[in-house]
Each structure stands twice: as C-alpha cells, then as structure tokens.
C-alpha cells in the first residue's frame, strides 16, 4: 500500500484530524458502547428480549450517527431522542394500552393466573379427615406420595389412587423405602417444588374421597375441590351445587344469578374507561365541574402570573427607580424556595383556627380559605399567584431589554400616553418572545398536581361520588386519587383520563404555537 | 495516517468491550440459582425483631431466608402490584386488615392451618381467616389502651370518659388526655370511643366474620359525631397533635393519660416514666371495644418456593419455641395460647385486658373505601370545619358510594 504524505490535497479534503475532540468522542461513543453491551449481557441473562432489542437498535444507531461523516443533525439530536422515547413514548404507550384494559383491583393479572388462584382458594381440606406424615418419591420423572396408614404403606401417584405395596418399609409412621423408587430428601424436593405441590393424589376410586396434597413436602392432608376449572367449556363448576360460572366480558367468571368468582383478570374494554366519567351519574357532575375548573385555574394562573410579572417588570425597569437591584433580588426570593415547601408553609397559615392570616392579618377572623370550594378556588389562584410571578418578572424584565428605545421616544412624540405606549409598543415585542413561554406555562399549570395536592389535596371533598374528588382537584389530581386514593385501585380509569389530559393539553399547544408564530410577523 | 486511525479505533472498541467483559461473568452468575433463599418483606421494626428466628431456622434446616426492609405503608400495595409479574417476594410480614383485598386480587396462598388454629387465640387464628380458608399464620396481636403517668396520678377512679378528662385536667397539665390526631385525624385510635356508642364500623355476623353493611351511620353515628364536635370545642382534641407531638407530649409530662398501642412503650421507657396500662373507658354507655390487629406472616401465590416457605411458616413459626423467641425479640403479645399464658409482664396484660373485648379489623375489601374518608370527615368534625351531623351523613355516603363502585 503507497503511504500518501500529509500534503496531498485528496488527503487533507478527506481524511479526517486526528483532534483532541476526536479523541473525546472516541470515549464518549466508547463508554456508551460499553455500557450498552453490559445491558445486552444482562438482558440475555435474565431473558428480558424487548430490552435487548432496544439496546440493540440503540447501541447500532448511536455508533452508525457518531462515526458517519453525514449524519450532523442525528448526532445533536440522538441523545435526546433516546431518552425521550425511553422516559416519555414508551410510558405514553403502555398507558394507551392500559386505558383499553381494566387493570386495576379485582383484575390483576391474568386469566391463567386467576383460574390457578380460584382453584387453589377454592380447594378445601375435607371433612373429618386426617393429616399424614408423608414420603415424597421419584421414578424418573414422575412423582408419588407414601403414607402410612394402619401400619400398611400405601403409595398413589396422579394417575393411580392410593394402593396398598408390598416390600415397602416403614418406621412407625414414616416411610423409609419404597422398592423401584427413590425417596426425595428436603434437598430434592426443594429443586422440583412446583411439581410437590401441585401434584394430587387420589385416595380412591371414588372422587368424593378427595385427593391427598402436600404444601411443605411433610405433611399430607385430603383435599376437595368445591369448585372444579372445566378446560373444555372454559368454566368452573361447584361441586356442592352444580353452579356453573361462565367467563364474562368484564374480566370474572359469574354464575348465571349474578355471583361473582374472584379474583379476575385483565381485560380489553374498549372504549368504556373513557366513557366512564360521563355516564357515571354520580361522576358525571363533579367531573365537569373538574374540566371547567382545570382550564379556568391555567387561565388564570397565566394572565395573572403575566399581568404581575410584566407590570413589575416595567416598573423596575424605569431608570429613576433606585436600588433596582435590591428590589429584583427579594421579588425573586419566592422563586427561589421551593414550590412543595411554599405550598405546604402557605396551607399552615391559611388555616381558617390557628394560621397566620386570620389570626393575624384578618385579627382572629374564621375565613374558610380552604374549606369553602370559592374561597379554596381563590386561594389557589393567589398562592399560584405568589408562587409563579417572579418567573414572569425575570423574562419579561429580559424581553423589554429588546424592545427599541427609538420606538418608544417616537411614541412619547407622537403624543401618546403611558398606556397606549405599553399597548402598543411594549407588549408586542415583548409578546414576541415571551408568547411560547406563555403557552408553556399553561401547559405546566394544566398539569400543576403539587400544587393542589399540597395545598388543599384536592379541596373540600364532593359529597356522593365514588372517588376521593374535591371542588380544587384539577384533572391530573383527579387522576391520582382514582389510581391510588380512592380504596379499590383503578389503574384502567386512571390511565384512559391521563391520555385525555394529554390529548387536550397537546392540542392546546399546538394551536398556541401556531399563533404565537403569526405574532413574529412585526 | 489512515492506518493509524483504524488501528486506534480497532483498540478503543477493543477497550469498550473488554470493559463489559468483566462486568458480564458477575451478572451471569447472580442469576443462576434462584431457588434455595427465600425472600421476607418487612418493616424496619420486625427487621431486627426476626433476624434471631431466621437464623435459628437457617441453622435447623439449611434454607437461608433473606429479610428485605420495606416502609410500612408499602407492603400491601407493593406486594399486589409485583406478584402477577413473577419477581415478588416468597413472603411478607403484614398486618391482617389487607387480606380480602389481598385475597380478591389473587396474590396470597392459602394454608393448611387447619389442626394448629386451635392452638392459637382465636381472634388471632379469625384474622387470619378469610371467607372460610387460612392465608397466613398470626405471630401478635395488639390494640390500643390507655396508658397513665403514675408521677402525675396515682388512680383512676373514672368509669366514663367525662369522668376521665375531668381527672386528667386536675392534673393540671397542658392536656388532660392526649389522643393523637393530625391532618387526617385518627380512627384507629379513636374507635374504642366510636363503639362505645354504638357505631361500629361493619355489621358482624353471629361468628363474628364482617359484612360489607356500614354501621357507623344512623343515630349512634351521629351521637358519635356530636361527641367528636364536643371534644374539638373543649379542646380536649386538636388536629395540630399528631402522633409524634403526642408522644413527646406524654414523654415530657404534659399529659396524664394517652391512648396508644404497645409501639409507644418503648419511648416511655426511654424517658423514664411509670405507667400503668388500662382499658379504655366508655364514652357512650356501651362497652369500648379497641381494634384489634393481628401481625400475620402470608405467602405468595406466585413464590417460587412454596414448600420451603410453607415449611417455615407452617412448622416452624407456629412452634412454641419460635413464638417464644419471637416475643423475647419484640415484646409483642404472642398470638400462640401456650406462648401468651407464659407472658407475666404487667404491660402486655394490661393491653390485653383492653383489647379483651375488641374487635377484630375488618379485612374485608371494602374496607380501604372507608379509611380516606373517615379520616379526613372526623378532622373537619374536630376542627369545627363542618356541622358534625351534615358531616357524618356525608361521609356515610361517600363511602357507600366508593363500596358501590368498587
């Protein structure tokens, strides 16, 4: 092969530098490598296939992006892109597909699992009988019980009853040795412990005798099944009555009276978690009255948070105003704590007996700040208030910096008021930039759940519905307590409103951004 | 140059996966044997309590049992949401009040308890019973009492609870009985006083199994709310006394009596109070009967190791000598008859001369509709947030339509 020196124009157009950056992105892209591959042994190891495909695809995309010559913007976008699908679509995923289903208390698992679970809860010891010490042996492959039972060794196995062998030994009550079988130690048994307890072996001919069964490899107790799993027909039975439990479409087996067997399972339902809220008579009210409430408090924590903010920002904008910086450095302190703490110190003293503003401010005054739905409403948007305008005092006081000083002398000339230059002159350039962070706000108080749930966890309750809901509780909060506050858990119901929620707040950015866009055109 | 460059990229690749190389081996091994160790969910306290009986049965038996700590509040949701998918625990360490709920979600497995639940006292072995099968095996049983400060009084002659705040406030202390409260008030300790007048919680059948009927509504109820209202006016009660202010409270000397459960002693000890253990007087005529729960060990339906789990929990932990130990390592009232008859310490006696008459948690599902509820309901009540029978009516209804619901 012919050396080309450094010289050569073809070379220096084509070959890359060996920089130090190059080096750098070596390590990166090898670190990343190494830590990809470990997650591909593991996952190989412990069988879990969807992870080690994603690592796969991971692992070749990032080295194809870095070591690709054309790929520019992948290799800004790619670390992002990664997390976000991880954190953010999978998550959306596996909720969209939770809020088809009815996931929650009740229906738990799966239908294997809740049959294995109904028969196993439903097997009782029968009456009258007794306990045996029992002797669990092997041949090959197959299982069988020995008991001792009026000094006679009997030995059963699935398929055969319990029958008398000859040849066999036994001391007092425990079998030592059995002829053509191997007897298990605690060690065996311990290696092939599903197989013990689930093996059943009948005491006779007759079914009613029942069938002996073992859950700690020592002892040996008769069992009937009350209710017996029907493979064939998909039902259970009960042995005492005949009742037949047929499965349903909600995810149970139900008799033909109504009785239902638990635990169920999952099952899809289609579109009813959605629906839920509406035609539930009891919900259907409060509900509304959460999706008004929602949208009116990111409404109004936007405009007022923004009057605040840009009406202080103006102020202290003016150059005649001294120690400016003393003001914006304690305007900003409530930002600075944070929001939890702010929200939980601001519940203590609107407490209506022993908080700071009635027996203080108010001079011992029982104002139900937080105990009365309107005065809750209000206490949250002003606590919101408190909480969210420094933000908008720090941007607005960046945007009016970018608004031209010309324009506004012009004004001043042209003979307008103070008000009609900060109508129109100052807020359109200061619109300009601060209108998509506007939208963000609305999005994030949208879904602002530790405010509320800190302050008044979700205010005072709705007499008569079905879910621990109050008169402050917003959507999401809403969807907290149905998940996981509100007794029986109903992870379907919860799962279907989060989509809701982020159908609504997607479409709301969206038209927000597209209008904020036409607001650039000054 | 070219050449220089692969080269270089050949060894860096090289390096990344030699790195993962040697991390791979250690994993690959972990994973291998997953039987032969059983896993125990506890909390912190029952942490330290039952590592003598684990290591007594590893030495018996071989099997290592390994006791992961979990926040109180966590078993129960946590053990219904991580058995169907197969990486449970084998067993946990519970108090007996989420068993239907358990039960209805298919994640506990039933025991063969049957002969040895004569053994044990029977409210014990009935919390441990759900709609005619065994779940779990009981290792103790507690209940709340009235506990007095023999430094600031020497007797109690009250027969009723009036009778008994106006002793304590002769005392002359900042409380006269401190009951503990908070954001959400507190039932649990406040139900010897509920059912003093009638208002229990469920309906009992005759074998003293739970409906799913609410009997805290009605006239007893709102007898009971009434009361509440009475004793958040006179400040006998006070939402800003939670349970940790209450304790220090009694630890420091401002208050006469407290009613709390055995896990406030060891405090008391601490700082060196005589105490003495009573039942609980009678607020509203009937007799006041405390909750009693029952701290149970259950499998999992889905463990990987059943037999060895039954055999440590059905022939080991029910043995006199585990209950034995048990009870020298936590001082909790041994659920076992022979183990509780050898119990002499006044303060256990004490606690169950208390719970004699109390009744047992319900277990039933519907019980967690009520909890959320009832708490925040008797705040308000407390606080003189809400006219207490218009409060009570709702909160009766709330939680007829969260049972209906769910």
């Keep these: 092969m012919a050396f080309r020196t450094s010289t050569d124009p073809a070379l220096s157009a084509r070959g890359r530098v060996l920089s130090a950056g190059f080096f750098v992105k070596l390590a990166l892209v090898g670190l990343a490598d190494a830590f990809g591959l470990y997650g591909v042994l593991t996952a190989w190891a412990i069988g879990q296939w969807a992870i080690l495909a994603f690592l796969v695809a991971v692992l070749i995309l990032v080295n194809w992006a870095y070591f690709s010559r054309r790929a520019v913007a992948a290799k800004y976008l790619i670390p992002g892109l990664i997390f976000l699908f991880a954190y953010q679509i999978f998550a959306m995923g596996y909720t969209g597909y939770v809020a088809f289903t009815n996931y929650g208390d009740g229906h738990n698992s799966t239908k294997e699992d809740a049959i294995a679970q109904i028969s196993e809860q439903n097997e009782v010891r029968l009456e009258g009988s007794a306990t045996y010490p029992l002797t669990v042996l092997a041949q090959g492959d197959q299982l069988a019980f020995a008991i001792v039972d009026d000094g006679d060794v009997l030995l059963g196995t699935a398929d055969q009853p319990l029958d008398e062998v000859r040849g066999a030994e036994h001391q007092g009550d425990d079998v030592t040795s059995v002829p053509g079988w191997q007897t298990l130690q605690f060690v065996d048994i311990a290696s092939r412990q599903d197989e013990v307890v689930a093996l059943r072996v009948p005491m006779s001919d007759d079914p009613a005798d029942g069938s002996l069964r073992t859950q700690d490899g020592s ?21 005492r009555d005949g009742t037949v439990y047929h499965v349903s479409d909600t995810g149970n087996f139900v008799s033909d009276d109504g009785k239902v067997l638990t635990p169920g399972w999952r099952v899809g339902v289609g579109f009813a978690n959605f629906t839920s809220f509406v035609t539930d008579a009891r919900m259907a009210g409060p509900f509304a009255e959460i999706f008004v409430w929602t949208f009116a408090f990111a409404f109004l924590s936007v405009v007022t948070t923004f009057a605040l903010g840009i009406f202080l920002a103006v102020t202290f904008n003016d150059s005649r105003l001294r120690s400016r910086r003393v003001y914006r450095s304690l305007l900003i302190l409530p930002y600075a704590f944070p929001g939890f703490l702010s929200a939980l110190v601001w519940a203590g003293m609107l407490n209506d007996r022993f908080g700071y503003i009635n027996v203080v401010l108010f001079g011992g005054a029982d104002i139900p700040w937080l105990t009365d739905p309107s005065l809750a409403k209000v206490s ?91 008169h402050t509780d917003i959507l999401i909060s809403m969807v907290y307590s149905v998940a996981f506050e509100s007794g029986s858990k109903q992870y379907g119901v919860a799962s279907a409103l989060s989509l809701l929620i982020f159908v609504l707040v997607g479409i709301i950015s969206w038209v927000g951004f597209r209008r904020a866009r036409r607001l650039e055109e000054i | 140059m070219t050449m220089r460059r692969s080269i270089m990229m050949v060894a860096a690749i090289g390096a990344a996966i030699t790195l993962t190389a040697c991390a791979a081996p250690a994993d690959g091994g972990s994973s291998s044997n997953p039987d032969e160790k059983l896993t125990l969910w506890v909390d912190p306290n029952r942490y330290v309590e039952m590592q003598p009986l684990v290591e007594a049965y590893q030495e018996e038996s071989g099997v290592e049992i390994e006791l992961v700590e979990k926040a109180v509040e966590d078993i129960g949701p946590d053990f219904v949401a991580q058995v169907p998918t197969g990486e449970g625990p084998d067993m946990i360490i519970s108090a007996h009040d989420g068993l239907g709920e358990w039960v209805k979600n298919g994640v506990v ?108 509504g009605g006239d007893a109820g709102h007898a009971w709310a009434e009361y509440l209202a009475k004793l958040g006016r006179d400040g006998t009660l006070d939402i800003a006394v939670d349970g940790a202010v209450a304790g220090q409270a009694f630890g ?20 060196g109070i005589d105490f003495t253990v009573l039942p609980v007087p009678s607020a509203g005529g009937q007799p006041s009967q405390p909750f009693v729960g029952v701290s149970g060990i259950f499998i999992s339906a ?73 708490g925040t309901t008797e705040a308000q009540i407390i606080d003189g947030q809400v006219d207490p029978i218009a409060g009570w009516d709702a909160l009766v209804q709330n939680i007829q339509a969260a049972i209906d619901a769910g």
């Design chain 1, 219 to 239: 002892t040996g107790f008769v069992a009937v099944p009350v209710l017996q799993y029907d493979e064939e027909s998909d039902t259970f039975v009960d042995t």
């Design chain 1, 380 to 470: 949250i948007i002003l606590v919101n208030l408190w909480l969210g305008f420094p933000y908008m005092f720090l941007i607005c006081t960046g945007a009016l910096q970018a608004v031209p000083a010309d324009l506004v002398d012009a004004a001043r000339i042209d003979g307008a008021g103070r008000w009609g230059i900060f109508r129109n002159v100052t807020l359109p350039f200061v619109m300009v930039s601060v209108a998509p962070l506007l939208i963000a706000s609305f999005a994030f108080n949208f879904n602002n759940f530790a405010l509320i749930y800190m302050l008044t966890g979700g205010g005072p309750n709705f007499v008569g519905t079905p879910y621990v809901v109050g």
């Design chain 2, 252 to 271: 420091d000397g401002k208050s006469p009596y407290i009613i709390t459960g055995p896990w406030g002693i060891p405090g008391m000890q601490e700082a």
């Design chain 2, 302 to 374: 889905k463990s990987k190791n059943p037999v060895l789990a039954n055999d440590f929990v059905v022939n080991y932990l029910t043995t006199e000598a585990a209950q034995d130990l048990l009870y020298e390592t936590s001082k909790r009232s041994p659920a076992l008859k022979a183990s509780a008859d050898k119990v002499t310490d006044p303060i256990i006696a004490g606690f169950n001369a208390a719970g004699a008459e109390g009744a047992p948690m319900p277990a039933i599902p519907e019980m967690s509709a009520v909890w959320g509820f009832w």
């Design chain 2, 109 to 216: 497995a039933p025991i063969e308890f049957g002969d040895k639940a004569d053994d044990f006292l029977p409210v014990a072995a009935a919390g441990m019973a759900y709609d005619g099968q065994y779940y779990g095996v009981p290792l103790a049983i507690e209940n709340v009492a009235l506990v007095r400060n023999n430094a600031l009084l020497s007797d109690t002659k009250a027969t009723t609870f009036d009778e008994l705040i106006a002793e304590g406030a002769s005392a002359g202390t900042e409380f006269s009985v401190l009951i503990q409260q908070g954001e959400a008030s507190d039932p649990y300790h406040m139900y010897p006083l509920q059912t003093s007048f009638g208002a229990p919680v469920f309906k009992q059948n005759a074998d003293g199994s739970y409906t799913n009927e609410l009997a805290l």
